[in-house]
């Protein structure tokens, strides 16, 4: 008698979110572990957006800065540049510019920023904010509304201004990142917060926040599993929308992506350490349940391109 290998599956089932207008991408919508594709459904890849920015990015390591060094003075010609050149399947904006702490760009700054870059390509577009509670709250209704009829995706909303960016998400039809911190129970009541205010489930993105190799993925691994596990085994409605792992930004501030080789000779080559370094980091992540991820080297996103193309 033939070995049959035991099968698990799950009555609960991972959204499916759609975003883009001209050009559109899906992901989420699996019934199943990640890539389990032998258990279950897998009927989209996850999605990699490049991350560009409204200001040129001074913090940003050399390593990853001089990739975009002819383009990124220029938020118009750096979008153009990662989906004509990189083939970028996506693009995330983030109005960086506009915290307080760095230029203090106003909204109507980043409304501009928002509507020449919508002009300028045709692959869905992710806008987030700078992350201040108070600036995000002032600015993100506004590029929401300018954004109207994209079908963009707005982030992030967190517990302190959820109720704002969540109505002008809603508004001007948009899906919305929801971002707790590190924290399954955290994670489903801001998702919880989201749909008694009217907003669809089937809308969010849910963010439990991220960290890099090294410093802190265990951590974020774990919650972000046990988030899925809730969504499928547990069949918990709040807890189905799809993950986002905003990679990048976590990555290269840690020293591995920036101590160089006079420093650390040991370590090897920076520029190929680095690179893999956001590479595992997002790979890590995605075999956890994240099903969007945002990331900066192109030469990382060909990487975990080619891991997903042979799990897939």
Avoid at 5 to 26: H, L, N
């Amino acid at each position: 008698m033939a070995f049959e290998a035991p099968k698990e599956s799950f009555s609960g089932v991972v959204y499916p979110v759609t975003i883009g207008k001209d050009v559109q991408e899906t992901f989420g919508g699996e019934n199943t572990l990640p890539f389990h594709k032998f258990e279950g459904e897998v009927p989209n890849r996850p999605l990699i957006a490049l991350e560009i920015q409204d200001v040129a990015p001074e913090d940003w390591p050399e390593t990853v800065r001089r990739v975009y060094a002819d383009v990124s003075d220029d938020p118009v010609k750096w979008a153009q540049y990662c989906q004509d050149e990189l083939k970028a399947r996506a693009i995330a904006l983030r109005l960086i510019g506009t915290h307080p702490d760095n230029k203090d760009l106003s909204a109507d700054d980043a409304v501009k920023v928002v509507k020449d870059v919508l002009g300028a390509v045709k692959v869905p577009l992710i806008i987030l904010g700078s992350n201040h509670v108070e600036k995000d709250s002032e600015v993100l209704p506004k590029v929401a509304e300018a954004a109207k009829g994209y079908n963009c995706i707005i982030g992030k909303a967190q517990e302190a201004n959820y109720k704002t960016i969540a109505a002008a998400a809603m508004a001007n039809e948009h899906k919305l990142i929801a971002m707790s911190e590190l924290d399954i129970n955290l994670s489903k009541q801001l998702n919880i917060l989201l749909t008694q205010m009217g907003f669809d489930k089937e809308k969010i993105i849910t963010d439990p926040m991220c960290s890099a190799l090294g410093y802190g993925l265990e951590y974020t691994y774990s919650v972000m599993e046990r988030i899925r596990l809730a969504a499928l085994a547990q069949n918990d409605e709040v807890m189905q929308p799809p993950m986002l792992g905003d990679v990048g930004m976590y990555v290269w501030k840690i020293k591995e992506t920036q101590a160089g080789e006079d420093i650390l000779p040991e370590w090897g080559s920076l520029e190929e350490r680095a690179i893999l370094w956001e590479a595992m980091t997002a790979s890590s992540l995605m075999l956890s349940g994240a099903e969007l991820i945002i990331m900066r080297h192109p030469r990382a996103v060909e990487l975990v391109e080619k891991f997903v193309d042979e799990l897939m």
